[in-house]
């Protein structure tokens, strides 16, 4: 975990809105550390994090229904530092507070134009007196608790309110996404005139705290082993243990028969190379196809490859001697998604990096990014000197083609999905949009439809593009490649590669769907 002891802290509790991720981004954007928690988080946690301000996320409850989600009862009473309520999250206090709360006579959702009453508001310091604002209710406050005040409203409802002597401020539209323009100074209002942040939480500082940290857990002598698969996450967080600790980190690269192809000899190449890492390569492929013969489903798949990555990190610490830490690129989403810390959500799949490592294993976990999102880890990854060739890389599952192969794992459906893999990577530089999507990927479908390719009948398999537009892999949308490029996509997938003969696009975002199809 991140040792966040020296950083300022904004603490945001989320009810379960789709947009948490984005206030967290947003303040750290503004250099600012700050933590998601579950809405129903004891006071006496919140508190002892002593926190410089908390925000109440949005969320999809109406607070006047009996089950609604709500904060501990103690939470208004007790906290010594300023709140923000976001959607949602002002109907909590406007209700829980005597204010009113009701279902939209006319729902707002889009665009809409906020109307500032009250100029002399901290939170809206410095804005016009208009301004484009992002909605997404379905109830509104009709009436603020006694001591608060509107501060701002459009033409259908109060939008703001406020109780300065008690340091509350709620909005009722969304500050934190891109299409309210102005409303990353809406967050930098609370943060810096009303919190009274310093603002030190930058990529310099977390390679400093992370460097002493690991510093001080493994000691002068103690030795760690690396799980790296050559992707952004692992490489960052190996070059992070590389400048605490030097040689007595060893990086263990396991070619699982699962990766792109040709990148195992490729890569090793450049870590050993260009970022002079302790590396040593493991050929594996076998054992991991062996482990899964007949297995379909994508939770079985993933906790299978865990438990062989972890046999081999144990089996490879062994030959070392005196190896007690195993280092994993674990992410802040990775943790969110796997382990359910957003409010009432749930755990939507279990990753390579979280759940699915085995109950007990021999090595204890350092994870140096496991608070970060994928942006902030690219950020420090350039200050350690980190090769843009690897920063640039698109997300690349832990269980690898594993789970973009839909049904079981064959050494020949591999070889399939490589060589189209390679295809997509190949067309996507050409045409100069790797960069232009945050991810890009085929997946193998369990389908086989009739084709026809020389006058002759065809039943060969399907393959799916995936290609997304995102920040963080929080939240993503389906790119809109140019339709040129997925006709050349297609053409040479179904040409080149013997056993397919239907490719199909996929244009289902995050949410609903997930990135990975599995």
């Known amino acids: 975990m991140t040792n966040t002891s020296h950083h300022e802290t904004i603490i945001i509790l989320d009810f379960g809105s789709q947009y948490t991720q984005l206030i967290a981004r947003r303040v750290r954007e503004a250099g600012v550390y700050c933590e998601i928690l579950p809405f129903d988080t004891s006071v006496d946690k919140i508190v002892g994090q002593r926190p410089k301000g908390v925000i109440l996320s949005g969320g999809p409850a109406s607070v006047y229904q009996p ?131 310093r603002g030190d939480w930058s990529a310099e500082a977390v390679i400093q705290e992370q460097v002493t940290r690991i510093r001080d857990e493994v000691g002068e002598t103690g030795r760690v082993v690396s799980g790296l698969s050559g992707g952004v996450d692992s490489t960052v967080a190996s070059a992070l243990v590389h400048q605490a600790i030097g040689e007595r980190q060893t990086c263990i690269f396991v070619d699982n028969g699962l990766l792109r192809e040709g990148e195992f000899e490729a890569t090793l190449t450049l870590l050993k190379e260009s970022m002079k890492l302790n590396v040593v390569g493991v050929p594996a492929g076998q054992l991991f196809l062996k482990t899964l013969k007949s297995v379909v489903d994508p939770e079985e798949k993933r906790k299978r490859i865990g438990k062989i990555f972890i046999d081999v990190f144990e089996e490879q610490a062994n030959r070392l001697g005196n190896v007690k830490y195993l280092v994993q690129g674990t992410l802040y989403p990775d943790v969110i998604e796997s382990t359910s810390v957003r409010g009432p959500s749930a755990v939507i799949k279990s990753h390579h990096n979280v759940g699915g490592l085995p109950e007990k294993m021999n090595l204890r976990l350092i994870e140096p990014l496991r608070e970060l999102f994928k942006d902030e880890v690219r950020l420090i990854g350039r200050e350690l000197g980190v090769p843009e060739e690897i920063l640039q890389r698109h997300p690349f599952p832990g269980p690898g083609l594993a789970v973009r192969i839909i049904g079981e794992v064959t050494e020949e459906r591999v070889a399939l999905l490589q060589a189209a893999d390679r295809i997509l990577d190949e067309e996507l530089r050409l045409a100069d949009l790797y960069r232009a999507v945050w991810q890009a990927f085929p997946v193998l479908l369990p389908v086989s439809t009739v084709g026809v390719m020389g006058d002759e009948r065809t039943y060969e398999k399907v393959v799916a593009i995936r290609a997304v537009t995102s920040v963080d892999g929080m939240t993503a949308d389906w790119a809109r490649l140019p339709q040129d490029v997925l006709a050349r996509i297609s053409a040479r997938l179904v040409s080149e590669i013997r056993g397919i003969n239907r490719v199909v696009y996929d244009i289902s975002s995050k949410p609903p769907s997930t990135i990975e199809w599995e």
């Not at 406007?94 to 939209?104: R, T």
Request: charged content about 20%; hydrophobic content about 40%; aromatic content about 10%.
């Open 67 to 197: 089950d609604a989600p709500r904060p501990q009862a103690q939470l208004f009473k007790n906290l010594d530092c300023p709140i923000l309520g976001i959607c949602y999250g002002l109907q909590v206090f406007a209700f829980d507070l005597g204010g009113e709360v009701k279902p939209s006579t006319s729902r707002e959702f889009g665009y809409a134009r906020l109307k500032i009453l009250d100029h002399e508001s901290p939170l809206f310091k410095g804005l016009p007196s208009e301004m484009d604002v992002w909605m997404s209710h379905g109830d509104q406050m009709t009436s603020v608790p006694p001591g608060f005040h509107v501060t701002a409203l459009t033409d259908d409802a109060l939008n703001a309110m406020e109780d300065p002597s008690r340091r509350m401020f709620g909005v009722q539209f969304h500050p934190e996404v891109a299409h309210t323009p102005l409303g990353a100074r809406v967050l930098r209002n609370f943060l810096f005139a009303i919190c009274e942040c």
